[in-house]
């Protein structure tokens, strides 16, 4: 009877897991989640933004892409029903906003500001740079 108690108790608790988005593993910076796929054409384009806020944004926040056609699991895991998907992660690992499709880098930035992520001004463009 114990045992039979215990398999129902460890089924119960694999379906809430199954039925309950993962969180981001909890860090000390907030964590953008980019879920695509390299064939994807907005997931192309989101390609360089995510790169530009990995470089511009280090130390603010972190950006992690995973590709869903190469690690199918990872799409029911978070529950994605279409790509590009960014999931927006606070400093516990707590998602915070989920966007569908492509979303530019402005957005993206915004979104962070609107959840009280510290964000600095963008880098001034080339074209500015070279106008000085």
Known sequence: MKTLALCILLLGAALQAA????TAAPATLPRLVDLGAGKCIPCKQMKPILEELTREYAGLFEVVFIDV???????AKY???LIPTQIFY???????FRHEGFMAKR???AKW???GVASKEPPA???TASAR
């Open 19 to 22: 039925e309950t988005p993962p």
């Open 69 to 75: 056609w190469e690690k199918r699991e990872e799409g």
């Open 79 to 81: 529950g994605i029903r």
């Open 90 to 96: 606070g400093p516990d690992g707590r998602e915070l």
């Open 107 to 109: 957005d993206i930035l």
């Open 113 to 115: 500001k609107e959840l």
């Open 125 to 127: 463009s080339a074209a």
